[in-house]
């Protein structure tokens, strides 16, 4: 698989980014934990791989899901019906990976010609661009309904033994599809890899291989944030090699357009992958 990524150093107080770029995740455990244990889940939303924390609530929520080697159970119960929580306790009985996805409802959202274009251009997503100008209305605001699809992995380790990282047998919960319209999903696992290892994901939309997407992995470090930039293959594959341990998350954006709804032109679909990434397997 060709590595084919592009690194960059955003420092966060210097470059303008578009309005409408945000992004939204799952924040990674990066602490070792047993079976037994509650893996304590938030929502961040923002810039550079940190930002605010955003609670779950019933109303934002169209799926949130735990996913483990011997099944899948639906969290929403988890949830208090009239107010928000800033995080989720997650009961994690069994060890192995646990994957947790959380799927939003649509929001909507117009933007200015010049902002949304320069959003579509950060994104890799120009070719909505050249269909605008192509259409004869690049000079009218973008008009979205836009979804999040979210996904993050955690390593539980057995009850008896060494609480570390290292006691965790692999299995292939990483690579569950989960039925997200939009889905990153690992080729091998990040929960397994170490520093230096080539980490290979695939993008589906629709359930099928999506090409030419632009991929992200988000790092941040002492005050920066690491960008690493990836374009998916003809089989919707692509690759990074991750030099640091600790929190990562992988991102990609895409959008199609919309013609059965009064006021929206586009469907916009986010979705990313968070973990985290140890110093050795």
Known sequence: MPL?????????????????????????????????????????VGEYFEGDLLGFSVPQTLDLRQ??????????????????????????????????????HPSTISLSADTFHAYLHDEGLDFIKAQREAAGIAGTPGRERYRRFVKTLIRVAPKTGAVS????????????????????????SPTTMSVGDVLGVRV???????????????????????????????????AFDLPYAGPWMISVVHMVPVFDVKNIDWDSLWSNLSFNLVNSP
């Not at 939204?24 to 070792?32: E, G, R």
């Not at 569950?176 to 999903?185: A, N, P």
């Open 4 to 44: 084919r990524s592009v690194i960059l150093l955003v420092f966060a107080l210097c470059i303008a980014m578009p309005l409408r770029a945000h992004e939204f995740w799952l924040t990674p455990v990066t602490v070792p934990l047993v079976a037994g244990d509650n893996a304590r889940l938030t929502l961040r």
């Open 67 to 104: 996913y483990t080697a011997s099944g899948n159970v639906d969290l929403r119960a988890l949830l208090p019906q009239d107010t928000s929580v800033p995080a989720l306790l997650v009961p994690l009985s069994t060890p192995g990976t646990h994957m947790v996805i959380f799927n939003s």
């Open 165 to 188: 990282f290292q006691a965790i047998k692999p299995d292939t919960t990483y690579s569950t599809l989960t039925g997200q319209r939009l889905e990153i999903v690992p080729i091998n």
């Open 204 to 238: 589906v939309f629709d359930g099928k291989p999506l090409k030419d997407a632009l991929l992200k992995a988000w790092h941040r470090r002492g005050g920066q944030t690491l960008i690493i930039r990836a374009k998916t293959a003809a089989d919707g594959s692509a």
